[in-house]
């Protein structure tokens, strides 16, 4: 059983510094003498401080890795028949190897065989899951509670290989793949960055290639101190601070988390918490920016009466448009009119996701039922 690991440097190969655990309750991350501020392990760790100790649960940093939900109950499962004893750093030990980054672990093995991506595009049983879930387990270094998995997938011409990150759904969200994949096109519409997706033949998967490979990315919930267990604790003027203090050009920036804010509130996403927003930055974090958007899903479709995960102005409420606007003026530093022409921007691509859903039921039948629950929902809201 691991109780220590060295970290290293993605670029220059070398050790940075070593995380252990000195008891069951106390979680220690040393760096090594004279590493520059620009090799350090992250944003929220910078290599100003030597030691930095976290008690109960490993640092936010390290947590972020750490499955919830129906991978993390796998993952304890297997976990602790094998170990007879269980904690967060055993199964951040299983999981270093699916940390692709400017960071790699001493303790990470050999690539699995890649599959066929067109395979998975064609099987998308329940059971095939599982199957791509225990072959790539310990690549599955993902949070959030909905089932899903990295696979290494071959391109055709098998000179290369990408990871991609196959969700899909149980009974309890039915469809939240085709849910997805259209609010994610929503924000494709309105200008977003999102990752390239796709949807298997059948709608039970949705794809999504990876875009953390070996680039800086950390969740903003990390930079707030947030892990696991309270992400859904502060507010969007929090994020708002963050991306202001740390990304390198914050205007820009501010600007495109406005534009996502308004969309998951005209959609209705009552699931973006401090774990749904993340900053990227390169190999010597020379450049530090939002992350594409992820995880856009309308919620209140499953639940009737949810709200945002996080305050704003202090309450936790579908806000209106004079409200968003006036969080855009004074939280994202956007004048008057910018923040007023986002939001008409965002509201015509929610009626452009109407239209959209309108003719993809034509030809899928079998989403209708939902969809026309999230069709009057989104009329509502941008009413």
Not at 105 to 112: I, R
Not at 130 to 149: C, D, E, I, Q, R
Not at 241 to 263: D, R
Request: glycine share 4%; charged share 30%; net charge negative.
């Amino acid at each position: 059983m691991l109780n220590n690991m060295n970290i290293f440097a993605f670029k220059k190969n070398n050790q940075i510094g070593k995380l252990f655990n000195s008891n069951p309750q106390k979680y220690v991350f040393e760096y090594e003498e004279g590493i520059p501020l620009e090799d350090s392990i992250s944003l929220s760790m910078p290599s100003t401080e030597r030691v930095y100790i976290s008690t109960s649960n490993l640092h936010p940093f390290f947590d972020m890795f750490i499955p919830e939900g129906y991978l993390f109950e796998i993952f304890k499962s297997l976990i602790h028949k094998k170990e007879g004893v269980i904690d967060d750093f055993i199964i951040f030990s299983y999981l270093t190897k699916g940390i692709e980054g400017r960071i790699r672990f001493d303790n990470a093995k050999h690539a699995e065989e890649p599959i066929d991506l067109d395979f998975i595009l064609e099987n998308d049983s329940f059971d095939v899951f599982k199957k791509l879930l225990y072959m790539f387990l310990n690549k599955n270094a993902l949070s959030g509670v909905h089932p899903k998995t990295i696979v290494l997938v071959k391109d055709k011409l098998q000179v290369s290989t990408k990871e991609y990150i196959v969700k899909t759904h149980g009974d309890e969200f039915p469809f939240l793949t085709e849910n997805e994949y259209i609010c994610m096109n929503i924000a494709k519409h309105i200008g977003l960055e999102i990752p390239d997706i796709m949807l298997s033949k059948n709608k039970r998967f949705l794809i999504v290639k990876r875009f953390d490979t070996n680039m800086g990315f950390e969740e903003i919930g990390v930079l707030l101190s947030k892990t696991r267990f309270n992400k859904y604790d502060g507010s969007y003027e929090q994020i708002a601070k963050a991306i202001q203090k740390y990304t390198t050009e914050p205007y820009e920036e501010l600007k495109k988390f406005f534009k996502l804010l308004v969309l998951d509130y005209l959609i209705r996403n009552g699931d973006a918490h401090t774990k749904n927003f993340g900053l990227m930055y390169d190999l010597d974090m020379k450049s530090i920016k939002l992350s594409p958007a992820y995880d856009i899903v309308c919620t209140n479709v499953y639940i009737k009466d949810d709200k945002p995960a996080l305050n704003m102005h202090n309450k936790k409420v579908w806000f209106d448009k004079k409200d968003l606007i006036n969080f855009g003026i004074e939280q994202c530093l956007l004048a008057s009119n910018e923040a007023t022409y986002i939001y008409q921007e965002v509201k015509e691509g929610v009626s452009w996701g109407i239209d959209y859903l309108k003719n993809y039921i034509k030809e899928h039948k079998a989403f209708e039922e939902v969809a026309k629950r999230m069709i009057d929902i989104w009329e509502e809201a941008i009413a």
